[in-house]
Each structure stands twice: as C-alpha cells, then as structure tokens.
C-alpha cells in the first residue's frame, strides 16, 4: 500500500457536539490551534446550528474568527440551513458542510423534514454558498444502517451521493453513523459506487460502535476511497443514533497508515498531544486505543 | 464469507491472569460455567502457573474440578511445566496448552530461561501430556514484535511454529502480544506459514493494543486461519509487555462473524450476557465495543 491517504479531522465538531461538559471558545480555539499543528490539512471547525439544539455549538463565530488560520490548513463549519450559511459567511469560513441522510425518520428527527424537504432546503445553501465561492462538502448519514428504518437499499445511498455532487458538493462524505456495517457491506456499498463512476469523490465516516471502524475503512480503501474522517481520542457520538460510539480515532488510523507505510500528512506524536488538550477539558478518559496505549508508554518513560 | 469459524474463548485464563482484583474460584466457576453455556467448544478455564507469580491463577485446581464440563466443550488449562501439568492431570484437565515466545528476552522475563531453554522444558511436557492422552495446543507469543527486541524475523516465527507442530501441538495460537501488528504484516506472514504448509494448523492470537485486532484477524481470515482466540469484553493484558491491550474482545468477533454470515457456534446474547457476569465481578468497566453497545440497547429498552 504505498499509497497517500487525507484525513479530516473532524474531532471538534462532530467529536464534541454531543459532549455535556460545555467548553468555554477559548478552550477550543486551543484544541483547533494544537490540530492545526499536527499538520491536518482539514479540520472541521464548529457548526454554525441552533445554539437551542446544540449548545456546545452556540461559540461557533467566535471559534471560527478565534482560530489561527494555519497555511495549508481548510477549516470547515456544518452549516444546516440559510442562516447558518450567513453567519459562517460572516466568520469568514472558507468550506461549509451540508447534511442529509438516507432516511426519512433520521432526517426528520436530526432535521426536523423528512428526506426531500431536507434536500431541498441544503440545495439552496449550496447554490447560495457556490455563489459566494466558497467550498461545500455534503455528508450522507446512516448509509447502510438507520436506527429507525433498519438497513437501508444500497441503491438509495448510491443515488442520494450522486445527488448531492450533482447539486455541487465536491464530496461526500459517507457516514456509517451507527457503527453497525461489516465489511462485507461496505465492500459491495463501494462496488456500486465505483459502478456509478462516483467513488473517486466519496471519502469515508465511520463510528466505531461494534469495533469495526478501522475494519470498514480498510475495505473502502481496497476499494479506492482514500479520504477518511476521523476524530481525536474517538470522540463523538450521536443524540439521534442511541448507542452510537464515536468517530473512528483519529490516532489509531495515523497508526494504521504510517505502519502500512502510506503516506499522510498529520504526525502521531503531535495528534496525542492535542488530544490530551481536548481530554483533559472534557475530564473524561478518550476510547481511542493508539492514543491511551501511547499515552500509557510515555507515563513508563 | 460463507464459511466457518471457531472461537477459543480465552477470557478466564488470558483474560483474568492480569486482573488485580482476585476473584474467588466460585466466581470463576460461574464465569466458565456462564460461557459454556454461550455454545462455545473450546474455553481456556485456567492455568496451573505459580500462585506466586500469578495470583489470580492460584487456584486451578479447584476452578477445574469445579466447572460443569458441558458436553461439546473442551476446557483446556495453560502449563508452564511438568509440576503444572501434574496438577492439570490430577484435576482431569482433558487439552494443554504450552507456551513460550519468538524473543530470547520475552522468554526470560516471562518464564525466567531463554528461548531454547523454553522449548527443552515445554517439550518435555509435551511428551508426557501426549502419553498421557491429553490434547496439546501451542501458543507461541511476540510473532511480530517484542517489547525488548522490536521486530521479529517472520522466518524465526515460521520455524518455531513449525518446532511446536513438530513436538506434537495439534495446534499453534499465534500471538501478537503487543497489538503493533498492521494488516499488510500480518498477510506477509500468513504468506510465509502458507507456504511452509502449516497454515491450515494455526489460530490467531490478537490484541488490540492500537485498535488494529478485527482488522488483523480479518487479513488472517482471508489468508485461510479459521480459529481465533479472543477475550469476554475485551479483557486482558499483559505483565510483560508494557502497555499492552486485552485480547479481541469476543462479542466483536461473534457480531463480526454473525453479520457477515459466517456460521459459529457461541451466541452473542448469551456471550453478553456472560460477560456481564465477569465485568460486574470485576467491578470495571470492559473495553469490548459490542458488549458496550449492547448494554447501551438492553439500558435504553
């Protein structure tokens, strides 16, 4: 596998938007800033959603213009809806996230409008965004499996993906939300992706709630994705997912590619300590395996 | 995948040997009796080691003498030497297993001689425990990396499986002690072992020390291993290898298992439901994904 691979670092949205501890804006400037020096190319910032729906979420302006803009670095803000559009706009983001999922129920609890309302109200952020010159990313949630639904037809997420690039999304995301696919899915997912001729513009999001995250990410990149998010420590969850674990660890992944020899921008050493910094705030220890076993070296010297 | 799998489920010996919270016999008892009601076949019950050395393993005897022995179960003990394996007879243990390690250092730390004093000692278990009509299983550890010496020459680790199938192991636990392992070095090596012909008489030993144990068991999968060891929640550790995480957890091999449509015996309700036996007793939280998910569901209704 000699081979490169990019990582988003989504650990300061997706990671903590499910946190109870609030955390002060400072606090995470700091953390972004420690993520902008690991050398991510992609960190996604904050989210720009009601301060009602996500409080922990309520200081993304000041996040967002709090930030050092680290050359090299696009930080990124999920964006649900006009208004939110605007007030990242006034924060000077450069990239948005729009969202959607497979499912009706999911989108109507997530987003409260079922799957085309949710679609039509992300079309007319992209096109305003796209207008504005500024880049947009589109996530599709519970790809494979919805809480609510059960397992969803492979050929409704191929076609949502291809939506969402036909509406100017320069990727999507695909997210495993629920942590439930097995590799065998993700596998024939990815077959029917490349079938489709869109593979190449998908990049992987995966929870780890079976164990299976590095499992699954392994499969989507036999298959040719090579862009994956991955948040610090493992944090992350989902309110609309129960029993949903976090993000696939950002540190066992960069274990995982510097070990199989491919190529990847962050450093190691650099993503365990702006980890620490983030777990130290929430005061709770962080599942991720590469960071706790690192940790655990440096405390025997 | 449509094929089979079997599981040694190593929780009471591995799993518990590291555990500083004694546990008293009846406990294990009902953990052993807890798993042979999963529909395991194989379950490492103990092992006949120094109290001294291991606490937690000081009463063997009783522990073997006391577990319900379900038909279609055979429960093995862990014997370091020919004392242990008297013992182990005495108390009608029906499989063996011996140990020793690729490293000259690993072995001395762990069983106070070097590696070719290792083998003189194990072989001359072996030899009697065959006399004796008891099945001999082989675990060799550090396949790929020691803690004292790094990198481990996968020809040394192909010949020392083949030294243990030699003595008369019908079998060689492959363990990768220390969870360093990458996919890509564990194919390299299931290569090796293909070609030496041997392939087909090997488990797979994994730990989950960087996250990578599902995603190394399942290279070993594709390269024709079928029977794998793994831990009730995840537990384990190891006193020699600093650092080191528990065994692959086993509800995360069964709902891998169980999702891809492989066939395997033990059911992961049950396991579950084994588990929390064994998690409550030990009075910490288990690090296994699944039984973690799965505790989240039967909590949330």
């Not at 955390?23 to 904050?46: D, M, P, Q, Y």
């Not at 076609?159 to 997210?175: A, I, N, P």
């Amino acid at each position: 596998m000699s081979d490169s691979v990019e990582l988003v670092e989504v650990g300061p949205r997706d990671g903590l938007q499910n946190e109870s501890v609030l955390l002060s804006a400072e606090t995470k400037i700091r953390f972004v800033n420690a993520l902008s020096r690991v050398g991510h190319t992609r960190i996604e910032a904050t989210a720009f959603v009601s301060p009602a729906r996500v409080p922990q979420m309520a200081d993304a302006f000041e996040v967002m213009t709090g930030i050092h803009r680290r050359e090299g670095v696009r930080y990124s803000a999920l964006v649900p809806n006009e208004k939110g559009l605007e007030r990242a706009l006034d924060a000077g983001t450069e990239e948005i996230a729009v969202f959607t999922a497979t499912s009706d129920t999911f989108n109507r609890k997530n987003t409260g409008v079922g799957l085309e309302d949710s679609f039509k109200r992300l079309a007319g952020v992209v096109t305003e965004a796209l207008t504005r010159k500024v880049l947009v990313r589109g996530y599709l949630s519970t790809i494979l499996h919805c809480p609510y639904e059960g397992r969803i037809d492979p050929t409704l997420t191929v076609r949502l993906t291809e939506r969402l690039l036909d509406l100017g999304c320069y990727e999507v995301s695909l997210g495993e939300t629920l942590g439930r696919a097995v590799p065998g899915q993700i596998r024939s997912l990815c077959a029917d992706l490349t079938s489709a001729g869109i593979l190449g513009r998908c990049a992987g999001h995966f929870h780890d709630t079976y164990g299976l995250g590095i499992a699954n990410i392994l499969e989507a990149l036999n298959a040719g994705i090579r862009t994956f998010d991955a948040s610090a420590g493992g944090l992350g969850g989902c309110p609309y997912a129960p029993g949903a674990a976090g993000n696939v660890a950002t540190e066992d992944l960069l274990y995982l590619f510097q070990e199989e020899g491919m190529a990847v921008a962050p450093e190691l050493a650099r993503q365990v300590a702006a980890t620490a910094l983030i777990e130290s705030a929430l005061a709770r220890p962080l599942p991720g395996k590469t960071y706790r076993a690192m940790g655990c070296d440096e405390g025997d010297g």
